[in-house]
């Protein structure tokens, strides 16, 4: 199926509740935004006593060294980063927390990248001289030092260093740097109001579309879980830690750096307090800097009957450990998706569907051009939010798949610049088969933004440069420009629409009434 490029002629309309969480983008943007000269270096050692006084001894974690590996100085080191949960029910009972996130970080200036991992903390493993629990039982059984050893028992990876989040940390260390730009999938909404304690969780209200996030809803974006799976929600942090990272360069971090290092002292524990164990770390980082960040997701776990724990193969563990250890570029590191009944019947009629119409379509998509047409009428004469560019929908969709209306929204993406007015945009939101798995089409005047850098590649697709931003293999993102506007289809969390179906999408974007 091929789509011609159109005119630009007008169209004719036919937290109060969760206390701590752990997330290690802030590390990762003080350790990987740029390369730092030596004579940065010299004079960040200067302001180190800063972090630790900061901290003082009472946020150093003791007894852990004996679970920590030893690396020689400069080599390459994995950092585990862990914040706890404790819910509003568990603080009335004086239950401990246990952790909430569960992220390593590989820094390795040898291998290609530097590396990401989030452990769902649902699944169950062996916790060392407790028997079998959910992995993050752990800490609640016995603070960092046992998290750490069960993740080493699990993964059977070195792990050099332990750092403890506090989300009052990163809330203000995101909105100091300037908080960060998001393409935000699907709206994200819960309130308290009305529920017991025990129903209770993370407020939130962030709306679907391309955004800026600050500190309360950029931490609410990433601990999300409600109607979530552990693996959406790890897919949700490293969207948010990629960006982070390329977003906030090394001149904001550096010229804030006594600020940042306030911060990070109060609202963290680690066992790295020393000037020399810093120090070393940072040069690392520095000499990392240069390498992107590749995450890697767990593959799909399966229920435990009787329960709410996952499980996952020993053989998968095995895999998964080896790409963290690497760094070497793959197909794919995404999860698959889990599919309920629904959605297979769903998609079983969707396919009949596709049969009878236009045989060009590709694999796993079909033609859905008046639902599309649909939500961008809607768009482009939206009397509140007017758009003076044109509207673009997509004519194929994803088997089995469904816009959500009452996402689909026209809106203004606000500027770091107060004085400013902003960028006209719209969003337009698919929900794809399985768990929190949505796509969409944004479009906007702000051409420049952030998300926008550094394409991995471009194609030209019937008229049309798509530029391509691939991550593991898939692409995760497919853009195009015209003289007023740009357009993007964004993929799920867990990158669910192949290379082709994106592409084919993207090419399939059109205007009402063409």
């Not at 990762?28 to 001894?57: P, Q, Y």
């Not at 914040?83 to 909430?100: C, L, M, N, Q, V």
Request: proline share 5%.
């Amino acid at each position: 199926m091929s789509v011609a490029v159109d005119s630009e002629k007008p169209p004719r309309p036919g937290l109060s509740v969760v206390k701590r969480m752990a997330l290690a983008a802030l590390i990762i943007m003080l350790s990987t935004a740029a390369a730092v000269a030596t004579a940065a270096l010299l004079e960040i050692k200067d302001d180190v006593t800063i972090f630790i006084r900061a901290g003082g001894v009472h946020n150093r974690i003791k007894n852990v060294e004996g679970a920590l590996d030893n690396v020689s100085a400069g080599g390459p080191q994995t950092i585990l980063v862990l914040g706890s949960d404790r819910r509003f029910i568990d603080k009335k009972t004086g239950a401990p927390a246990r952790s909430d996130t569960m992220l390593l970080i590989r820094l390795d200036p040898s291998k290609a990248a530097t590396t990401v991992m989030s452990v769902p903390r649902d699944l169950r493993v062996q916790i060392p001289g407790h028997g079998m629990g959910k992995i993050n039982q752990a800490y609640e059984q016995g603070g960092p030092v046992l998290a750490v050893k069960t993740v080493r028992n699990l993964l059977h990876i070195p792990i050099s260093h332990v750092v403890n989040v506090n989300f009052g940390g990163f809330q203000r260390a995101v909105d100091r740097l300037g908080c960060v730009y998001m393409d935000v999938d699907r709206t994200y909404y819960h309130s308290n109001a009305g529920l017991p304690p025990s129903a209770q969780y993370s407020e939130i209200n962030v709306k679907a579309g391309y955004q800026r996030l600050c500190g309360e809803n950029a931490l609410a974006f990433v601990r999300f879980r409600h109607a979530d799976s552990d693996l959406v929600r790890a897919a949700r942090q490293q969207d948010f830690l990629r960006e982070a990272k390329d977003q906030i360069g090394v001149n904001k971090i550096f010229s804030d750096r006594k600020t940042l290092l306030k911060i990070f002292g109060r609202y963290t524990q680690t066992d790295i307090g020393t000037e020399a164990a810093i120090l070393r770390l940072l040069k690392l980082a520095v000499q990392s800097a240069s390498n992107p960040v590749q995450q890697i997701q767990f593959e799909p776990v399966s229920d435990i009957p009787g329960s709410s724990d996952l499980a996952i193969a020993p053989a998968t563990l095995q895999r998964l450990a080896r790409q963290f250890m690497d760094a070497k570029s793959t197909k794919s590191t995404r999860a698959k998706v889990k599919k309920t009944a629904s959605d297979k019947a769903r998609e079983k009629r969707q396919k009949k569907q596709k049969r009878r119409s236009n045989s060009s379509v590709p694999a796993g998509l079909f033609l859905a051009q008046q639902g599309g047409e649909d939500q961008a009428v809607r768009l482009a004469t939206d009397p509140k939010h007017p758009l003076s560019f044109p509207v673009y929908y997509p004519k194929l969709a994803v088997l089995g798949s469904t816009y959500v209306t009452s996402d689909n929204r026209a809106y203004r993406i606000l500027d770091r610049d107060p004085k400013k007015k902003g960028h006209e945009a719209y969003r337009i939101v698919a929900s794809a088969p399985g768990i929190g798995q949505y796509y969409g089409v944004e479009g906007t005047t702000w051409k420049d933004a952030p998300i926008l850098g550094s394409p991995t590649s471009t194609k030209k697709v019937n008229g049309r440069t798509l530029k391509l931003y691939g991550d593991g293999g898939r692409l995760r993102l497919v853009a195009w420009s015209t003289p007023r506007a740009v357009y993007w289809v964004s993929n799920t969390l867990l990158q669910s629409l192949t290379n082709g179906q994106m592409i084919a999408i993207a090419d399939s974007l059109t205007r009402p009434g063409s």
